[in-house]
């Protein structure tokens, strides 16, 4: 006869059974807020929709919200308080833009995000982008180093986008399509990085942080 559960597993659903060992252990319960209503949104969904379809559904949220960079993390220490404080959400990934916002705004939430996670189990990770998420998409074909305006993405990418149509801002497609590639932008990503050594977001332009989330997440994505 099988033991009863835990008290400590009732709450854990999404563990295997003993029927079926087989079924990998769930992501933690994660939250991605972005500056961005649309863009973003549109591109972590097909992230989301991934692991969902090998996975108990759920467990990543995400929140467009169409804020600065510092009130961005200030909202989203609310979203943890008030609105998912009854998930036990262990990562919040921030995702903006340098658009035309202060570099100390920038850079200050990059740093908050830091010292918060220094003195909690509840991380949080700034995925800035110099000059605008689009660096990111571009990485996926190519290692990019001169700084470019968010205009000058589009053209870049529409060309690298050949059968796959005009790119434009707020397309629901964007992760799918540039899914294939990710391996490279990943790569490109932290080479960049790599190159600016020590110094704050603001002055490393082009660059991007982007590739974190899928570095952390990339075993559930395989």
């Known amino acids: 006869m099988p033991k009863p559960p835990k008290k400590s597993d009732l709450d854990k659903s999404w563990m295997p059974t003993r029927r ?6 769930a992501p933690e319960y994660h939250l991605i807020v972005t500056e961005g209503t649309k863009t ?25 919200l169409g804020r600065n960079t510092l009130s961005l993390l200030e909202y989203a220490e609310r979203l943890v308080k008030n609105k998912y404080n009854l998930l036990e959400i262990k990562h919040i990934w921030l995702v903006y833009d340098k658009d035309d916002f202060p570099a100390d705004n ?41 700084a470019l305006s968010r205009d000058d993405y589009y053209p870049k990418l529409t060309v690298h986008l050949q059968g796959c ?42 660059g991007t942080k982007v590739h974190e989330i899928f570095e952390y997440l990339g075993s559930y994505l395989k």
């Open 106 to 146: 920038f850079d200050n939430t990059f740093h908050k995000c830091a010292d918060i996670s220094k003195n909690s189990d509840r991380k949080y990770h700034a995925l800035w982008s110099n000059e605008c998420i689009e660096l990111w998409f571009l990485l996926h074909f190519e290692y990019l180093q001169a």
């Open 40 to 64: 973003e949104p549109n591109y972590f969904k097909g992230l989301i929709a991934e692991i969902d379809k090998k996975y108990p559904p759920g467990r990543i949220k995400i929140e467009g």
């Open 20 to 25: 079926d060992r087989k079924i990998p252990i």
């Open 165 to 206: 149509g005009k790119y434009e801002k707020n397309r629901d497609d964007i992760y799918n399509i540039l899914k294939p590639r990710m391996s490279e932008a990943v790569r490109n990503a932290k080479k960049l990085n790599e190159s600016y050594g020590s110094a704050p977001p603001s002055k490393c332009s082009p």
